[in-house]
């Protein structure tokens, strides 16, 4: 069981940044592949970025690479998602979500957050 608390949203101005926390919980927690996925209003839930359990292989959408960059601390449990070059489409709820590897984040038996809210005002 791994339990996962998001943290850093809030309201930028465009091309400002962000830097989002994912906190976890369990000892287990370098063992686990770790992802970042985003919700707008009226849209579904997407893939922005991936990392796996030891940190070598990092996946992002082409959405958002070149600006977000994903990154993990296994002694802090954390993984964070370093956002700059904001855009107004990248307002999104945004969750962080644990599975045994990359391929299984997608799936439905990833671990996910509640979330947090990135407004990005024009």
């Known amino acids: 069981q791994v339990q996962l608390v998001e943290s850093g949203g809030g309201l930028v101005q465009a091309g400002g940044s962000l830097r989002l926390s994912c906190a976890a919980s369990g000892r287990t927690f370098s063992s686990y592949a770790m992802g970042w996925f985003r919700q707008a209003p009226g849209k579904e839930r997407e893939f922005v970025a991936a990392?796996?359990?030891?940190?070598?292989?990092?996946k992002y959408a082409d959405s958002v690479k070149g600006r977000f960059t994903i990154s993990r601390g296994n002694a802090q449990n954390t993984v964070y998602l370093q956002m700059v070059s904001l855009k107004p489409e990248d307002t999104a709820v945004y969750y962080c979500n644990a599975a045994t590897d990359i391929a299984a984040l997608a799936s439905g038996n990833a671990y996910w957050g509640q979330g947090t809210q990135v407004t990005v005002s024009s």
């Open positions: 990392i796996s359990s030891g940190g070598a292989v990092r």
